[in-house]
Nanobody, 121 residues
Framework: VQLQASGGGLAQTGGSLRVSCAASGRTFSRYTMGWFRQAPGKEREFVAAISWSDRGTIYADSVKGRFTISRDNAKNTVYLQMNSLKPEDTAVYYC???????????????WGQGTQVTVSS
C-alpha cells in the first residue's frame, strides 16, 4: 500500500483544516487507517483510527470531540477533519495502514510521507 497525505497548512487557533490520505496498491478497504502526528522534539503520537468496515473509530483524548476521522473506500481515501484547532496541534501528520485495529504505531505496516499542520496563536 502506498499512501500520500495532503491538505496540511496554516490555520489560526479555533480554525479548521482537513487532511487527506490517498492510498494505492493493495485493497485499501481491508485495512484499518490511522493518523499519527509528530511535533518538533516530541515522539510520534496516535491521533485517530478507523476500522476497515467504517464501523469503529478511536481517538486520542487530546483530540476527542474536535477531530473526526472518516474514509471513502470507493475513493481509497481517508480524511481527518480537524476543528477547534489549538497551537498544540501543530505537527507533521502521518497517515498509516494496519491489518489490526488499534493505537499502537507498531501495528501499522504502511506509512505516508506526512503533511505539516501549523496552528498560530
Amino acid at each position: 500500500v502506498q499512501l500520500q497525505a495532503s491538505g496540511g497548512g496554516l490555520a489560526q487557533t479555533g480554525g479548521s483544516l482537513r487532511v487527506s490520505c490517498a492510498a494505492s496498491g493493495r485493497t485499501f478497504s481491508r485495512y484499518t487507517m490511522g493518523w499519527f502526528r509528530q511535533a518538533p522534539g516530541k515522539e510520534r503520537e496516535f491521533v485517530a483510527a478507523i476500522s476497515w468496515s467504517d464501523r469503529g473509530t478511536i481517538y486520542a483524548d487530546s483530540v476527542k470531540g474536535r477531530f473526526t476521522i472518516s474514509r471513502d473506500n470507493a475513493k481509497n481515501t481517508v480524511y481527518l477533519q480537524m476543528n477547534s484547532l489549538k497551537p498544540e496541534d501543530t505537527a507533521v501528520y502521518y497517515c498509516a495502514a494496519a491489518s489490526y485495529f488499534g493505537r499502537s504505531s507498531q501495528a501499522y505496516d504502511y506509512w505516508g510521507q506526512g503533511t505539516q499542520v501549523t496552528v498560530s496563536s
